[in-house]
């Protein structure tokens, strides 16, 4: 079986946030990606909490320099975290 992996940009809050929590519910593995590092976790939390794998990325997407260093690796390990 594959995993479904969703690369959510702006994902720390708004519209974002609202739809990375709808694709964890629909089975996707999230990549919450924006340069607000503390939502970030936060958003990371509120997808482990309905039993869907999350990662966070500082990513700044109106930045191309930021935007470029972007690796693949990035997303495959996930931080060890704390959810409260």
């Not at 690369?7 to 519209?15: K, N, P």
């Not at 939502?39 to 191309?64: F, G, K, P």
């Amino acid at each position: 079986m594959f995993n479904r992996v969703a690369f959510v940009t702006g994902a720390s809050r708004g519209i974002g946030r609202a739809i990375a929590l709808k694709l964890c519910r629909a089975g996707f593995e999230i990549v919450v990606a924006s340069p607000e590092l503390e939502n970030n976790e936060a958003v990371a939390c509120e997808i482990r909490a309905c039993n869907a794998e999350a990662v966070t990325l500082n990513l700044d997407v109106t930045s191309r320099n930021r935007s470029r260093r972007v690796s693949p690796e990035s997303s495959r390990t996930r931080p060890a975290s704390t959810c409260w």
